[in-house]
């Protein structure tokens, strides 16, 4: 691949949605999917921020913390695609999804760009400029929605004209055709013991990088684990600080490489660029950090998951020291 030409970590298969998104998922599949939601800590909840495409843009803080701006890089971001999340909930391996058709799915949506007036007796919609939308029927779980497109997708899945009197009849009727192809995340996704457990089976069998093998091989003969992820995380960290010629660490040494990176790629913050910013720092807050102030007891399940990880940074470093040297 000529780096010169496409761009750092510019590669096929990464999804590059729009350019305002702070995170983009790095492939397609239920076990790239759960990868990505095990970025975090075990039990860590992610809440729907938007949907793009189709693409869920997931936060590890609830609304009422998100503060000004959610999509600042400086939070903690990943993303992962509708039918995946839908997959992953068929096979019981995550918490929090709910399926639903695309009728559901853009009622769902009305809803989150409307409020209710409670005064009336059935609470009435606006939008954000206080348009009258419509209002609830509270006998029906459907909204009934006046002069509004949401409507307009019934008449065009059954064709003709539908009555108001009929509209609820025959949504109801659509309602039970029509597939769950749409994932709706109502209080966040958690991975739940399954997925771990099928997590940790997918993380077991790779090649470990030769450079790192030569330094932690040893120790892992002898079942040092948490010390071969500190080492590992060291010397990620080393490597950082070397080639940039800097004392910082953590995430102000994370913050100067990612503006060297973009700064030899033309100015452009790419998707790959974002994808590798978010893996340094999920790894740098909850795996470095973890283990360089703390003794860990972790099994080998739970070490080669980890190392899994780290060793798929340690190529993309690899990658990027190269980039950064040769241009």
Request: glycine fraction near 6%.
């Amino acid at each position: 691949m000529n780096y010169l030409e496409k761009g750092i970590l510019e590669y096929d298969g990464l999804m590059h949605v729009a350019d305002t998104s702070p995170i983009f998922p790095i492939g397609e599949g239920w076990d790239i999917a759960l990868r990505t939601l095990s970025n975090f800590p075990f039990g860590t909840k992610l809440y729907e921020l938007e949907e793009i495409c189709r693409l869920k843009l997931l936060i590890n803080l609830p609304q009422k913390s998100w503060g000004k701006d959610p999509y600042n890089e400086k939070n903690y971001h990943c993303a992962v695609w509708d039918n995946e999340l839908i997959e992953l909930k068929r096979k019981g391996l995550i918490n929090g999804v709910t399926e639903a058709n695309e009728w559901e799915w853009r009622i769902n949506n009305f809803k989150k760009i409307t409020k209710p007036y409670p005064k009336s007796k059935y609470p009435m919609f606006y939008n954000e400029n206080n348009d009258f939308i419509g209002f609830y029927r509270e006998d029906s779980k459907f909204i009934n929605i006046i002069e509004n497109p949401e409507k307009s997708f019934i008449l065009e899945y059954f064709g003709g004209e539908i009555s108001d009197e009929d509209f609820f009849e025959v949504a109801e009727e659509y309602n039970f055709r029509a597939e769950k192809e749409f994932a709706l995340i109502e209080d966040g996704i958690t991975i739940n013991s399954e997925g771990i457990n099928v997590l940790l089976e997918i993380s077991q069998e790779f090649n470990l990088n030769k450079d790192l093998h030569e330094r932690v091989e040893p120790l892992i003969r002898i079942g040092y684990y948490d010390t071969v992820i500190r080492e590992n995380a060291i010397y990620f960290e080393s490597l950082l600080k070397d080639i940039h010629k800097t004392q910082k660490y953590g995430d102000q040494l994370i913050d100067e490489h990612i503006k060297k990176c973009i700064e030899n790629n033309n100015g452009i913050f790419n998707a790959g660029l974002k994808v590798y910013r978010q893996e340094l720092r999920t790894i740098n807050k909850y795996i470095r950090n973890e283990f360089i102030h703390n003794l860990k007891e972790i099994d080998v399940a739970q070490f080669n998951a980890i190392l899994y990880r780290q060793n798929t940074l340690y190529e993309y470093l690899l990658e990027i020291i190269s980039n950064l040297i040769t241009r």
